[in-house]
T-cell receptor, first 108, second 115 residues
Framework: GQSLEQPSEVTAVEGAIVQINCTYQ??????LSWYQQHDGGAPTFLSY????GLEETGRFSSFLSRSDSYGYLLLQELQMKDSASYFC?????????FGKGTRLHILP | GAGVSQSPRYKVTKRGQDVALRCDPI?????LYWYRQALGQGPEFLTY????????KSGLPNDRFSAERPEGSISTLTIQRTEQRDSAMYRC?????????????FGPGTRLTVL
């Protein structure tokens, strides 16, 4: 089977940096992706890692260590609009499973 | 269309009724997924299709749930004899291709309420 673990909530201050961790267990592995979901909205794609290392996209970066079955999403220069839920997801044979999500609260 | 669409956006039904939820993926997208999402939780995998073939239905909760994608485009998720525990947001997502990775595009969802 497949399972993912991520913190349920994280709080950070506007302008700061925050890291959201994700550990996974899967019988096969295709890649780790991250999605953002604002209240009342649909999940939207942020990033994807198939290989170990860091992928950077603007203020967001995502890291993967396949040997540790671990990844994280790094958000820099936090803005109030980054307040949302963030989901990690793993894919295997086109089947994509999501974690339960991390609610990010940003304080002014 | 420009994105994934789902209909109806809201459905209220009485326990015991059948409901059909429709998903219209982005034109040309090969893979189509159905998820159920409870408030404050992540999308829970139900089933997915590549073209018209259902590849995995292991997430369907029981045999009251079924899905089809007969022509490899529009998909319908059907819930028979609905129960109150079926109340949730049902989301559809599509991907351009199989294999490797390409992002999923989610629709706005259908909010199902079973009274």
């Amino acid at each position: 089977g497949q399972s993912l673990e991520q913190p349920s909530e994280v709080t950070a201050v506007e302008g700061a940096i925050v890291q959201i961790n994700c550990t996974y267990q899967t019988s096969g592995f295709y890649g780790l992706s991250w999605y953002q979901q604002h209240d009342g909205g649909a999940p939207t794609f942020l990033s994807y890692n198939a290989l170990d290392g860091l992928e950077e996209t603007g203020r967001f970066s995502s890291f993967l260590s396949r040997s540790d079955s671990y990844g994280y999403l790094l958000l820099q220069e936090l803005q109030m609009k980054d307040s949302a839920s963030y989901f990690c997801a793993v894919g295997r044979d086109d089947k994509i499973i999501f974690g339960k999500g991390t609610r990010l609260h940003i304080l002014p | 269309g420009a994105g994934v669409s789902q209909s109806p956006r809201y459905k209220v039904t009485k326990r015991g009724q059948d409901v059909a939820l429709r998903c219209d993926p982005i034109s040309g997208h090969v893979s189509l997924y159905w998820y159920r999402q409870a408030l404050g939780q992540g999308p829970e995998f139900l089933t997915y299709f590549n073209y018209e073939a259902q590849q995995d239905k292991s997430g369907l909760p029981n045999d009251r749930f079924s899905a089809e994608r007969p022509e490899g485009s529009i998909s319908t998720l059907t819930i028979q004899r609905t129960e109150q525990r079926d109340s949730a947001m049902y989301r559809c997502a599509s991907r351009a291709n199989t294999g490797g990775y390409n992002e999923q595009f989610f629709g706005p969802g259908t909010r199902l309420t079973v009274l």
